[in-house]
């Protein structure tokens, strides 16, 4: 047996009965304090610094909501309700979200003229589903001519 090991069991013998219980009650505190400062502790902070983020986080998801809502229209604004100018402030709003470089003017159907070239097609085609979903906005007509790069071409009519 290792001689300090040993030498701790002489001293322990060396206790009364009386001595070895008040030194196994004071081992079993000091362990019950260890355990709470290194172990419980520790969670209830990791729990109350999730609930922060929590809240923080939630908090945040609102500011979003409330920042979409004021930015899309509601779905009772009929397409035919908007100006032209909406139509083309809107088109322009998509384009820039989506990534577009386009030419937007007056039509002379009372629509909105677009032109669009060396558009990737997922951009194209989503802007065009994003101003239908988004705002209401009908394509009049569309004209699509794919080039040599896998971009591109579309000229066509949005609704008022």
């Known amino acids: 047996?290792?001689?300090?090991?040993?030498?701790?069991?002489?001293?322990?013998?060396?206790?009364?009965?009386?001595?070895?219980?008040?030194?196994?009650?004071?081992?079993?505190?000091?362990?019950a304090v260890l355990i709470?400062?290194?172990?419980?502790?520790?969670?209830?902070?990791?729990r109350e610094a999730a609930a922060e983020r929590r809240v923080e986080a939630t908090a945040g998801l609102a500011r979003i909501q409330n920042g979409l809502a004021a930015r899309t229209p509601t779905k009772a604004e009929a397409p035919s309700s908007m100006s032209l100018a909406d139509v083309e402030q809107a088109a322009r709003s998509a384009a820039e979200t989506a990534g577009l470089t386009m030419t937007l003017s007056a039509g002379a159907a009372g629509g909105i003229d677009f032109d669009a070239s060396g558009a990737p097609?997922?951009?194209?085609?989503?802007?065009?589903?994003?101003?239908?979903?988004?705002?209401?906005?009908?394509?009049?007509?569309?004209?699509?001519?794919?080039?040599?790069?896998?971009t591109l071409d579309a000229t066509g009519v949005l609704g008022g």
């Open 36 to 46: 709470w400062l290194l172990a419980v502790r520790p969670v209830f902070a990791w």
């Open 1 to 31: 047996m290792n001689p300090m090991i040993q030498s701790i069991g002489l001293w322990w013998d060396g206790r009364s009965a009386r001595e070895q219980k008040m030194l196994a009650v004071m081992g079993l505190l000091i362990a």
């Open 121 to 150: 097609s997922a951009a194209l085609f989503g802007w065009l589903a994003a101003l239908k979903a988004d705002y209401g906005v009908e394509t009049r007509a569309v004209t699509v001519v794919e080039n040599a790069d896998a």
